[in-house]
T-cell receptor, first 115, second 114 residues
Framework: NAGVTQTPKFRVLKTGQSMTLLCAQD?????MYWYRQDPGMGLRLIHY???????AKGEVPDGYNVSRLKKQNFLLGLESAAPSQTSVYFC??????????????FGPGTRLTVT | AQSVTQLDSQVPVFEEAPVELRCNYS??????LFWYVQYPNQGLQLLLK??????LVESINGFEAEFNKSQTSFHLRKPSVHISDTAEYFC????????????FGSGTQLTVLP
């Protein structure tokens, strides 16, 4: 199993450009999450999904959109990138039931720089 | 709302010495508690978790953490560290009502010196 994979690994954008980050998991997990990691701030939840076709806002959703058209994929979009969105983005997934719900499996991250 | 405080941003320690990474949480309800580890240029990996039962939980690589409800703490300890333990460690909390969300602390960088 590949686990959780993220594409791309690195990206540099100019202010105002758009892009989509792709997250894929092969563990048949129901829940998927997008976080951003900034120095000294830990991880903050951007958006999450509790199943195919559903999404919800997390702690810092502004400037981002997401879609979960297929159970195994969770896309994070930036419509008009801003320098404040320079960060490392992590995708995670977890089972939808029982105690396994609380254990999240993380991807390797995408390092995004907005100039 | 929950919050997690990791009291030390950087902890340098010599190899084979003991270490404690401190974590306090703020929540008015019952919680689940986690420690995740992040090695350089990698994603986070679950190190150990407290869901219920014994307040002392252990990981497979020698770390342990003790849930202390009265002090709202979940400190991580290891009696003897190795160079390979150098990483960033994150404490996280989830209350039983919002199972889909983890609240993370700001992280503690553990550096093991030879």
């Amino acid at each position: 199993n590949a686990g959780v994979t993220q594409t791309p690994k690195f990206r540099v954008l100019k202010t105002g450009q758009s892009m989509t980050l792709l997250c894929a998991q092969d563990m048949n997990h129901e829940y998927m999450y997008w976080y951003r990691q900034d120095p000294g701030m830990g991880l903050r939840l951007i958006h999450y999904s509790v199943g195919e076709g559903t999404t919800a806002k997390g702690e810092v959703p502004d400037g981002y959109n997401v879609s979960r058209l297929k159970k195994q994929n969770f896309l994070l979009g930036l419509e008009s990138a801003a320098p404040s969105q320079t960060s490392v983005y992590f995708c995670a997934s977890s089972y939808g039931t029982g105690q396994g719900l609380y254990e999240q499996y993380f991807g390797p991250g995408t390092r995004l720089t907005v100039t | 709302a929950q919050s997690v405080t990791q009291l030390d941003s950087q902890v340098p320690v010599f190899e084979e010495a003991p270490v404690e990474l401190r974590c306090n949480y703020s929540s008015s309800v019952s919680v689940y508690l986690f420690w995740y580890v992040q090695y350089p240029n990698q994603g986070l990996q679950l190190l150990l978790k407290y869901l219920s039962g014994s307040t002392l939980v252990e990981s497979i690589n020698g770390f342990e953490a003790e849930f202390n409800k009265s002090q709202t703490s979940f400190h991580l300890r290891k009696p003897s560290v190795h160079i390979s333990d150098t990483a960033e460690y994150f404490c996280a909390v989830s209350d039983l009502g919002s199972a889909r969300q983890l609240t993370f602390g700001s992280g503690t960088q553990l550096t093991v010196l030879p």
